[in-house]
């Protein structure tokens, strides 16, 4: 049992380990690297480029599909170091954030620090968004005191956004990454129910607490599905898969919202969500209701599409998680019958150009 345990330990240290584990330096010099790679492979299509047009002028089409069969290939290497420095881009930027924050602040502990006491003010605010959502016929006076509670917590979000902005390397990065975060921040009226209800997209703050997996330890079930995902992105090139789970999750709350307000069945919010989250996960929706409004059947038509993706990023994600082991394998294969396909394309050059 003591060896199990320590065999657990040290596979769950190892499988901790990412690109977050370096310093932005490191980082950095990791991306100019597979910058450099893709040079050398432009380089090459050029070449290609080059010989095919001598090859249209003589005529020789079995040459050009030779280098056309090659083109393909630098093409899918190409592809797959341009995902890669893209994944060093974001990673070098979210690392110079943090450690401007934390030379900056004082310390990695004042850091954790300030990311805990967001994230409990984002808590906060959405379990008085709910409350506030789930008890129709609140006094005016609770009400006003939620608004007040909610601007006073948006305007520390508010300072933590531009406090960031300020510290991070990319600006244009940082707006893209986080303008959820800003339009989530913005205080609105009690008496703006409608636009309020887009506040629940706040949910998606909820992704930041991936800073703090090691300190907070909540998020392992997350953790467990993002590691999927990395194992799928191996296989194929998936770079919105991570997030649709989220979207999926902001669309079914979202959805029970908007579905109230168009339909106006006199249901509650309990009762909005279990339809919305059942047209979701099932697309089975019409023993629940059966919109009859057209901004209501445009919704469910919305909700069942993304159903669609959300089943089919779990159905992805385990069985890349039960075939981890073969899909190594498996690109391994590929590797040598690149490797062999090479060797025959340089002795077929060889043998036609004699």
């Known amino acids: 049992m003591k060896i199990r345990s320590k065999f657990n330990k040290t596979i769950k240290s190892i499988n901790s380990i990412n690109i977050n584990s370096l310093s932005s330096n490191s980082i950095k010099e990791m991306y100019n690297n597979e910058l450099a790679i893709q040079e050398k492979i432009l380089y090459k299509i050029d070449k290609i480029n080059d010989e095919i047009s001598i090859c249209v002028n003589n ?3 079995n040459r050009i599909l030779q280098l056309k069969e090659k083109t393909k290939k630098l093409k899918r290497d190409f592809n797959e170091v341009d995902d890669h420095s893209a994944k060093l881009w974001a990673g070098y930027q979210k690392q110079f954030l943090r450690e401007s924050q934390i030379s900056l602040i004082g310390g990695e502990k004042k850091y954790n620090i300030k990311e805990s006491f967001i994230f409990v003010l984002i808590i906060g605010v959405l379990l008085l968004m709910l409350y506030q959502f789930m ?6 006076k609770a009400i006003l005191y939620f608004f007040i509670i909610d601007t006073i917590c948006c305007i ?3 300072v933590n956004f531009f406090f960031e902005l300020n510290l991070a390397q990319s600006k244009k990065w940082y707006w893209k990454k986080h303008f959820i975060d800003f339009i989530t921040s913005i205080p609105l009226p009690p008496t703006m129910n409608i636009v309020r209800a887009g506040r629940f997209l706040r949910l998606a703050r909820l992704m930041r607490l991936a800073r703090l997996t090691r300190l907070l330890r909540l998020l392992r079930i997350i953790s ?5 995902m990395d194992q799928l992105s191996e296989v194929v090139n998936v770079k919105l898969m991570k997030k649709s789970f989220i979207y999926s999750l902001i669309l079914m709350i979202a959805g029970a919202v908007i579905f109230s307000f168009f339909e106006n069945t006199g249901s509650n ?6 339809w919305s989250f059942s047209t979701l996960v099932t697309g089975g929706f019409a023993d629940i209701y059966n919109p009859n409004t057209i901004g209501g059947k445009i919704l469910t038509a919305i909700i069942v599409l993304s159903g669609m993706v959300l089943i089919g990023v779990f159905t992805a994600t385990l069985t890349s998680i039960l075939i981890e082991d073969d899909t190594d394998d498996f690109n391994n ?10 060797k025959l394309n340089t002795k077929i050059d060889g043998f036609i150009s004699k």
């Not at 008890?135 to 005016?140: F, K, R």
């Not at 294969?333 to 090479?342: G, L, N």
């Open 156 to 158: 520390f979000f508010l």
């Open 224 to 228: 467990f599905f993002w590691r999927g």
């Open 333 to 342: 294969s590929i590797h040598q019958i690149d490797k062999k396909i090479d």
């Open 269 to 274: 919010t309990t009762d909005s969500i279990w």
């Open 59 to 61: 005529n020789d089409w």
């Open 135 to 140: 008890t129709p016929g609140l006094p005016s």
